[in-house]
């Protein structure tokens, strides 16, 4: 029987969506302007990394030919081959919102039909009896923040008002989110988890999609840094899964990085949770070692996103993705007949891009594996095409409104 693994890499969009004027993208287009960067030289970072974009393995199994489609134009500095050796296409989502919920629940099945809740005033951002609320619910001297705001940005301006008065610093950005960054030490990490549960319930009826605990350590300025206990609490999917259906069906599920998170807890199986891509990726390979026939691996390598599209980092995302893809022959070598391999992502993140918030983009979907004919399978009309030729695939029927491939 066949196994599945679906690697999501978090923010990798290709191409502004048409729809992207909705929300200000219009023209963005996070692959696409990565490598027209480092093809203008402007990926160039001494010590990280030189020159054109060199993803040879995904290029391979069609990437550069999906990220075509996607745009009608090519990738800046790369050769395609003539027949790439992968399915390979382009996502179009129809949930609302850029967001990795919306983006991870589409992708399994699970498209969402309402709107997300958001706070939309820059300044003074969470409505009084919210901070209120939260005051009270986490016996709190007051809160920090209460504005948009970038996690690392907002660190740096007030983590030392933070530990001087012990307000956890309260913030948010154009997705449906309430983060809370606090001293993991001083302030406390469960304290922290504890005070994101309450808020959660609190935010339930506003529709917002993750109350995003933020870690972090560091006494000065210069030294605040995130850990990885980022902790994301969201409301569940609406309605059933490829996670819901294969639990159903008694699968074995293993999930890594924060797939977890994402999907509430809810048919995630064993969860794997350790820090930074590569990491991840040894975790993902490992837990295919040991997936049983008829078994899932869902991944989140959530670092692009984190790390280099937020941060606005086109070196730093060249990189990361020029290692992602140097590791992909691991991967491959390790498919056994039958298996499937997808790689997708949740949505946009361009680096170039004004501002430091996801965008609304077209994700590229591959497909490979030994027994996975190589071919085109065009743009899919939502990404709950994944979830549908999944399901087909591992032989427990189409999940949710997507067309299988
Ligand atoms: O700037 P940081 O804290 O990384 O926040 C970013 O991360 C959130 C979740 O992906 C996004 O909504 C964006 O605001
Ligand atoms: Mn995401
Ligand atoms: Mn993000």
Not at 88 to 96: A, L, M, R
Not at 169 to 189: M, N, R, W
Not at 194 to 202: A, G, Y
Not at 370 to 379: E, N, T, W, Y
């Amino acid at each position: 029987m066949a196994r599945a693994i679906l690697i999501v890499l978090d923010s990798v969009g290709c191409g502004a969506a048409r729809d992207a004027h909705l929300y200000g993208d219009a023209g963005a287009d996070t692959l696409g302007h990565i490598a027209q960067a480092c093809s203008d030289g402007r990926g160039d970072r001494a010590g990280l990394r030189k020159g054109p974009l060199t993803l040879p393995n995904l290029v391979r199994l069609g990437l550069a030919h999906a990220c075509e489609a996607s745009t009608g134009k090519p990738l800046a500095g790369i050769v395609k081959p003539v027949a790439p050796e992968g399915q390979y296409g382009y996502g179009v989502e129809i949930s609302q919102g850029k967001d990795t919920p919306s983006g991870h629940w589409e992708i399994a099945g699970c498209p969402v039909p309402f709107q997300w809740g958001y706070f939309t005033a820059l300044e003074n951002s969470f409505p009084p009896d919210l901070v209120a609320a939260i005051v009270k619910q986490g016996a709190l001297p007051g809160i920090l923040g209460n504005k948009h705001a970038s996690g690392t940005a907002i660190i740096d301006e007030l983590a030392e008002e933070h530990i001087r008065t012990g307000k956890p610093i309260c913030y948010t950005s154009v997705d449906s989110v309430l983060q809370i960054a606090a001293h993991e030490e001083l302030f406390g990490l469960e304290r922290l988890y504890e005070l994101c549960r309450k808020t959660r319930l609190l935010v339930d009826p506003l529709k917002i999609g993750r109350v995003i605990a933020r870690p972090f350590l560091g006494r000065t300025e210069d030294a605040f840094k995130r850990t990885g206990n980022r902790k994301d609490f969201a409301i569940p999917p609406p309605g059933e899964t490829l996670l819901d259906r294969l639990a159903a069906q008694g699968r074995m599920i293993i999930t890594v990085g924060k797939i977890g998170d994402i999907f509430a807890h809810r048919a995630t199986g064993e969860e794997i949770k350790p820090f930074g891509n590569a990491a991840m990726f040894e975790a993902a390979l490992e837990a295919l070692e040991r997936l049983p026939d008829g078994g899932f691996c869902f991944v989140n390598l959530v670092d692009f996103d984190s790390e280099y599209g937020h941060r606005r980092d086109a070196p730093g995302y060249a990189a990361a993705l020029e290692a992602f893809d140097a590791s992909l022959p691991r991967l491959e070598a390790r498919l056994r007949s039958g298996d499937i391999a997808m790689i997708t992502a949740d949505h946009g993140n361009d680096p170039t891009w004004p501002g430091t918030d996801h965008t609304r983009e077209h994700t590229p979907i591959l497909a490979f594996g030994p027994d996975v004919a190589p071919g085109l399978i065009g743009r899919r009309e939502s990404f709950a095409d994944i979830a549908a030729t999944l399901g087909s695939w591992l032989g427990i029927g189409v999940v949710g409104p997507g067309r299988p491939w």
